[in-house]
């Protein structure tokens, strides 16, 4: 099983910068992939970015350009960079993982964006 904990998130205004962290632990033979997702209130849950372990990324449309994912495979984690923030970025951010035990979910961290 695979243990994953956010940390980063608060409170920013239009037009700034956050990183989100994640930290994996547990017992897996290996991470294939990690990533972020996103939900809003009243809102489904939705990819933000991914990373495979040889490094090759992916984003959604709405944040290409502004987040930034990467990832260190000796640590077992992933960050994400958010920069020009919007208010449309508010959510609960998620960390998750593909290991060899299957799909891991982290507990969220809160991301508002407001002035």
Sequence with gaps: QVQLVESGGGLVQPGGSLRLSC???????RILAMGWY???PGKER???ATITS???????DSVKGRFTISGD???NTVDLQMN???????A???CTSAA??????????QVTVSS
Aim: cysteine-free; charged content about 20%; aromatic content about 12%.
């Design 23 to 29: 930290a994996a632990s547990g017992s897996f033979t």
């Design 38 to 40: 996103r939900q809003a």
């Design 46 to 48: 939705e990819q933000v």
């Design 54 to 60: 040889g490094g090759t990324t992916r984003y959604s």
């Design 73 to 75: 495979n000796a640590k």
């Design 84 to 90: 020009n923030l919007k208010p449309e970025d508010t």
């Design 92 to 94: 609960v951010y998620y």
């Design 100 to 109: 060899d035990g299957g799909q891991s979910w982290g507990q969220g961290t």
